[in-house]
């Protein structure tokens, strides 16, 4: 099995915002987004599923990867993808789609930097506002099971 971790891109000042929780993706993130799109599709990165933050910077997020990728189906809004989920929350969220052999979580930090860390035993993950993660499993995933196969830096979309 195959997860895909993607912390939400740029997004406006928290203090910008009424709600931190009703940021949008500023410009720029939206922009850095879009040029992720060419090198996810050389990647050959296929996920049968995207599982989003409800919170609008992650949701735009996942729209605009799944966008990048060509995918026909939308990314599906998970509340347990909230900021402080922990993985037992991110395995409960693709519990109900057993079919799905490459899941992309779309969410926020230090969440998905922390289910990478469990799942692979790895001392630290950093991962930036817009990186990809890619964590690969020989079965079911669990802690300690999987390998850290890859982490892309969002400044290697320009490339």
Known sequence: MILYFVRHGKAGHHSAAADDDERQLTEE??????????????????PDLVLSS???????????VAEGLGMADKPVIDDRL??????????????????????MF???????????????GAASVRMRKGGIGCVEFPGVPEPGGGELAWLIDPDLYEA
């Open 106 to 120: 779309v969410g926020h930090e230090p969440d998905l930097s922390g289910a990478m860390r469990l799942l692979t």
């Open 29 to 46: 993130g939206i922009a850095v987004l879009k040029r992720a799109g060419p090198l996810l599709r050389r990647l050959n990165l296929r």
């Open 82 to 103: 909230r900021p402080g989920a922990a993985w037992g929350d991110l395995a409960r969220a693709m519990a109900p789609y057993p079919d799905a052999r490459r899941v």
């Open 54 to 64: 409800p919170l609008p910077r992650a949701l735009q997020t996942a729209e605009l």
